[in-house]
């Protein structure tokens, strides 16, 4: 029963381990690609920007979980 | 770092611990964690409106996180979150217009002040007071035969507030609707409605999510299990959430880049938060939770003293 807790504990970390690199590579990411953009984009076209950033952050949380889940299928498929 | 949208100069680290904190609470308790994110924000020099709209935006992303996983261990009531998302709108509506009334009057800093102190004063005493009965109860009754781990894993919830909720779910209103996720047989459409525009009232008149009003009466009145109480108040966070990102963004108030740092710290903490729920029991997660409300007491006796807003 421990040992059980304690290995989907370690699966848990390395999960989490993966996500957090993927998710600040993400905001990097936006950062340098849309960063000016998104200014530019916030003062001429509010409308655009809210749906923009709405889908920005659902994206980080979603794709990035999906992105997280199938690396780490493979992940395990190689370790075994 | 320099922010251009909103004009101002952050360290990430802080903006990432931040969201680190308010991810854990959010996935452990349900809440947004507005209070928390707003005043942080506004420490760094943030304006006030800037640091509503930016928190909603990343209470979003976080709390998308949060239900996923929530979901995936089976404490989302997707039925009762819809419902009440309906009843949450219309709510927030009500309270914005009260709002509204009293800055006409020309008291509503005083009002909103006190209400503010007496809710969230009421909610952290009562929850004390029932969480504290249930676990002496429950103690008594079960004598040590069942572990933690246990009761945690079978969700299945006790509540000194017990037999209040179940004279509530007797009351017979049609249309009556069954909630199977929830393990409730029957319940009349209009208490979760009532419930959900209380809710979404004081998520209007107070500001934030108002998920610390929310997840106890789900548990209290409706008789939801606390861990679906928890998760089913974070995916109704993602509608009410979203509509206010949307608004704000609209008015200039959310700068997405700030959000998104915030938001890098929050996914990690509400995967933590979530997890956690899974080694406690619904008692020992509403006694942890008391203290949260009081924190938002806290602030505003200090704005209320001081004259400084957060």
Do not use: C
Request: hydrophobic residues 55%; glycine residues 12%; charged residues 15%.
């Amino acid at each position: 029963m421990k040992r059980d807790a304690a290995k989907s504990l370690r699966v848990f970390a390395a999960e989490l381990a993966i996500y957090a690199v993927l998710v600040t590579g993400y905001f990097f990411a936006v950062l340098h690609v849309l960063g000016g953009w998104l200014y530019r984009l916030e003062t001429q076209h509010r409308v655009i920007y809210a749906v923009v950033a709405i889908l920005l952050i659902a994206g980080q949380a979603v794709f990035l979980d999906a992105v997280t889940t199938v690396l780490f299928r493979l992940l395990r498929r190689r370790w075994r | 770092m320099f922010f251009p949208i909103s004009h101002s100069d952050i360290n990430p680290i802080y903006l990432v611990v931040v969201g680190f904190v308010i991810g854990i609470l959010g996935g452990f308790f349900g809440v947004g964690g507005s209070f928390i994110a707003g005043p942080a924000l506004r420490l760094m020099g943030v304006d006030w409106n800037f640091a509503v709209g930016t928190d909603l935006a990343h209470i979003v992303g976080k709390s998308i996180v949060a239900a996923r996983k929530h979901r995936t261990l089976g404490n989302v009531d997707l039925k009762l979150g819809m419902i009440m998302a309906l009843g949450t709108i219309g709510g927030a509506e009500g309270g914005a217009q009260l709002i509204q009334a009293l800055k006409r009057a020309g008291n509503v800093n005083t009002v909103v002040s006190w209400v503010a102190i007496v809710v969230y004063s009421g909610i952290s005493i009562f929850m004390l007071w029932e969480s504290h009965t249930t676990l002496r109860l429950h103690k008594r009754r079960s004598r040590g035969t069942v572990s933690d781990a246990k009761a945690a894993a079978s969700k299945a919830d006790h509540s000194a507030f017990g037999p209040v909720t179940k004279k509530i779910q007797r009351i017979k209103i049609w249309p009556m609707i069954s909630l199977p996720t929830s393990g409730i047989q029957e319940i009349s459409l209009w208490t979760i409605l009532l419930v959900a525009l209380i809710g979404g009232f004081f998520s209007g008149f107070l500001g934030g999510g108002a998920g610390y009003i929310r997840m106890p009466s789900m548990v209290y009145v409706l008789g939801i299990p606390t861990h679906l109480a928890v998760g089913t108040d974070l995916f109704e966070i993602i509608i009410s959430a979203s509509y206010g990102t949307f608004t704000h963004a609209i008015k200039g108030n959310v700068d997405i880049l700030i959000a998104l740092v915030m938001h890098t710290g929050a996914v990690i903490g509400a995967q933590i938060g979530v997890v956690a729920t899974q080694y406690f029991a619904g008692p020992k997660i509403r006694l942890a939770f008391v203290p949260l409300p009081l924190i938002g007491a806290a602030i505003v006796i200090y704005t209320l003293v001081t004259g400084h807003k957060l």
